[in-house]
Structure formats: C-alpha cells, structure tokens
C-alpha cells in the first residue's frame, strides 16, 4: 500500500512560489537573450530529439535539473521565432504578457466552454470576439469564437458554409480560392469531406491577385457541368506574398452567386488597425466569415486563432451539438456557450492571452507596431531593388516582399538553384532568418516582417546579409 506521501501532487505555497520563480528567472534571461540568440539553430537537433526519449519516470527530479533541461539544451535548438531575426513563414514573436494571462487561466483552471460554468470568464472571451468584430467591420450582432490558430478557423468556417449552403448530400459541391491560397484551405476541404477534385484552384495576376474573371468562368463551368458551387474564400494577405484580393469585387460575386464568402485573413486581417491597412483590405466587412490570427498579427504566442462569422447562427447550426451530462445551455447571443460554436469542449481560456495585453496596452501600441511593419517592408523592398542584379518579385502589399537574384547567364533553374544557395548563406549568418517560396515555378526569397521585437536596426542587418551573400556569390563565380 502506497502512503500519502506517494500521491503528493499538491505543492506548498512556498514550493510554488519557488517554482514559479524559478521558471520567471529562467524567462527572463531568455527573453533579454533574445536579440543576441541565433535567429535559427537547429544543428544537432535529431541528436538531441534522440537524446530526449526516455522511458516514463517513475521518480521525479528536481524541478531546476528540468528548467536547466529546458532552456539550456532544448530551447536553444530551434527557430528564434520570438527574436527580432525572425523574418521567416509568418512570425508574431509571442508577447509574454499573454504566457503570464496562460499561467494564471492554468493554474486558475476554470471551464470557459460553457457560459454558466465561468460568466465573467466567457463574457471577457466573447468581449474579444466583439472587438475583433468591429475591427474588420462586422457588424454588432456577428460573432465568433477563438480557435487554436488559422487552419482550424477555416475549417470551421467550411463547416459553416457546407451546412447552410448544400444538402447533407454535399458531395457535389465545389470551392473556389486563387491559387495562392494558404494550403489549410485544400486540408479544410479534405477533412470535410470534399473530394479534392472540387477545390478550384483560380488563377492570380501578375500580383498575385485573383483573377475575378477566370473565377467566374470556373463557376459558370462547374453550374454547366451540374456541380454546386458554394465557397469562395478571398486572401486578405497571402502567405507567399501578402497578396490582397479584391475583397469588394469578391463579395459581389459570392452575392450574384449565392455563395459563402470567407476571407482567409489570418496573416493579413490586423493591419486593418492601421488606415493604409483598412485601404487595402477595404471589403472585408462583406465577408459571411472571416479567419484573422491574433498569434500573428496581434504578435501573440502560438495557439490563438479566431473565426468572426456575420451570422453566428450558421456557425451554431454546424457545431451545436450537446449531451445528458452537460449543465444547461443559455440562449443570450451576448454570452455564448462556446462549445456550440467550435468543434472543441475543453480547452483553455484562450480570451485571457488576448485581453490582458491588449487591456494592459491598449489598441494604440498595437497598432504603431503593424505600421511601423508596413513602413519596414516597403523600406526593405526599395533597398532591394538598390542592389544590382536583384529583381523584386512581389512589392509589399502588407508586409512581404520576395524577391531573387539574377545573373543573365543562368536558366530558370539555375537562378532557383543559386537563390537557394543564396538563402541558405544568409541564414547561416543567422542575425536574420528568411525563408523562400515559389512563385510560379521561381524560387523566391521572402522577408515576413511580423514581430513586435523587429525594427529598423535587424532590418539593416538583414540587408547587409542579403548584399553579401550576393557580393561573396558573384566572387566565386569568377
Ligand atoms: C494566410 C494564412 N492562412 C492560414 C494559415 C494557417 O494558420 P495556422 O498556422 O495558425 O493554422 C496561415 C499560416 O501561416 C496563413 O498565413
């Protein structure tokens, strides 16, 4: 017979509070660390990962011997997706402020699923939701929930659309996204259901825009054919490039077509805090739904998504579904049971990492920091095309630009090749950390200024980086 010693998992307030400070000691080493840290450093890591299998422990160890574990040997061998280097995919650098909101919603551990189990809980959540709403425009009786990140906000939003636009026989229906829509559309697609078959593909323009008459014509083909056309998603910034489609002409398709129009915002859709934002977004407040991710562009940590949807009823009718066990639901569309609108139960609070740095803060630093992005982007881009030889891809619509090198000598492959070459040498320096793409069979090169810790001095960095790769290219070429 084990004694109660053996089943202590409650530790005394003063064994907390000093693991508490331990873990803060260690946090805030690190997170002064951060601009000196490697924007990257991954080598050695599968040793590592390797090294980290054990078996279940049927002891514990001290919990310093695990924090120094953490931060000494695992931590360090990644991405710094939270330095100021980071320029890759698509940062956000992860205010700490929201990991202090993370560790008082889990050690408070209240169920915020459900309204009546947690009222100030979910009604701080749902006010999120509401501020979210107004800032794309939505008007005041739209709702939402907060996801786990984008994909699952337009996999939702699928769900929503299938439900009110096709029968339960849905296989027939068909979706429509340019061609530079993130790929958690196809998978939203996929696990709803839908062959892939039916997820169209619709051709961009030269800025990598949709060409809103080849989709017309995709789904004036697809009616002849006897399919169902029923979604339309519109980017409010690629991933590729930060391409914004026409929003407003967008709409008035979905409208003629008796569509569901999303707008895949995760990237994209803060920027509407700032006014050149809200011009190049301008139509978005016509979506039926809208994916915008506060773990980019509100610079959260990861793990925080949203889906706004004009007529939150849909998402309810596609997500409702209760048991015998559950406590009584509530009707009050102010206070939302958020079970019924997600497909999740339990999860965290995800509203309280969003509202204490925004309460804390308010919206204006917010907002400094996406258009000091805007102004960062386009700064690097017209230092690009100051270097001979460098072709931009994609100008800045938000705050991407791609670009390559080129050398009149070398084939379409070859630029890829040497591009790559050129990317891996920038990144080896690792002050910076970029990442490439292709855009229509060209390797590109792209910087992604995202993170609330990026400002002009790494974005000098990154350009003296990019000028010597180049410079030390060209010399062992000759
Ligand atoms: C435009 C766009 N949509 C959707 C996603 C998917 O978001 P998440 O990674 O949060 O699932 C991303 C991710 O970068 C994105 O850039």
């Known amino acids: 017979m084990s004694g109660p010693e053996d089943r202590s998992l409650e530790l005394s307030g003063p064994a907390l509070r000093d693991l508490i400070e331990a873990a803060s000691k260690r946090i805030l080493a690190h997170i002064e660390s951060l601009p000196r840290q490697p924007a990257a450093d991954t080598a050695g890591g599968t040793e590592l990962a390797r090294s980290l299998e054990t078996p279940l422990p049927e002891a514990g160890r001290p919990a310093e011997e695990l924090l120094e574990l953490l931060f000494a040997r695992v931590i360090p ?7 100021p280097g980071y ?6 650098g992860g205010l700490p402020q929201s990991a202090v909101a993370d560790l008082v919603s889990g050690a408070t551990n209240r169920y915020v699923g459900v309204f009546a189990a947690a009222p100030g809980l979910a009604a701080i959540e749902a006010n999120v939701v509401r501020w979210f709403c107004g800032m794309v425009g939505l008007p005041p009786d739209a709702g939402g929930i907060l996801t786990s990140g984008g994909s699952l906000s337009n996999f939702s939003a699928l769900l929503a659309a299938r439900r009110e636009k096709l029968p339960e026989d849905f296989l027939s229906g068909t979706l429509y996204a340019s061609d530079q829509a993130h790929h958690s559309i196809a998978k939203a697609a996929m696990l709803a259901g839908f062959p892939e078959r039916q997820v169209r593909s619709v051709e961009s323009d030269e800025r990598f825009r ?3 008459e080849a989709l017309e014509r995709a789904i004036a083909r697809d009616r002849a054919d006897g399919l169902r056309p029923f979604f339309l998603v519109g980017n409010a910034g690629t991933t590729n490039t930060g391409a914004v489609d026409d929003l407003t002409v967008l709409a008035g398709i979905a409208r003629r077509e008796r569509l569901w129009f999303h707008v895949d915002a995760a990237y994209g859709g803060f920027f509407v805090l700032t006014e050149r934002g809200r011009r190049s977004l301008a139509g978005i407040e016509l979506a039926d739904s809208i994916a915008l991710d506060p773990h980019k562009g509100l610079f959260l940590p990861y793990g925080t998504g949203s889906l706004l949807v004009r007529d939150v009823e849909a998402l309810k009718r596609a997500h409702a579904l209760s048991g015998e066990y ?5 009707e009050d569309p102010d206070f939302p049971d958020f079970n019924l609108l997600s497909p999740e139960l339990s999860r965290g609070w995800r509203g309280l990492r969003v509202w204490l740095p925004v309460a804390m803060h308010g919206i204006a630093p917010f907002r400094a920091n996406l258009e000091e992005k805007l102004d960062l982007a386009s700064w690097a881009a017209e230092e690009l095309s100051k270097i001979p030889g460098v072709e931009i891809l994609a100008e800045p619509q938000l705050s991407i630009v791609a670009f390559r090198a080129v050398r009149p000598n070398l084939s379409e492959e ?5 591009n790559r070459r050129l990317l891996a040498r920038v990144n080896a320096r690792a002050r910076v950390h970029l990442t490439g793409t292709m855009l229509r069979d060209r390797f590109a090169i792209r910087i992604c200024v995202l993170s609330f810790r990026t400002h002009r001095d790494r974005m000098e960095l990154a350009l003296e980086d990019i000028r010597e790769a180049i410079a030390e290219s060209e010399l062992y070429q000759r």
């Open 77 to 83: 061998k990644s991405f710094n997706t939270a330095g």
């Open 87 to 92: 320029l890759a995919y698509i940062p956000g």
């Open 210 to 212: 949709i060409r809103p």
């Open 326 to 330: 559950m406590p009584a639901m509530q």
């Open 414 to 418: 070859g630029l890829s090749a040497w």
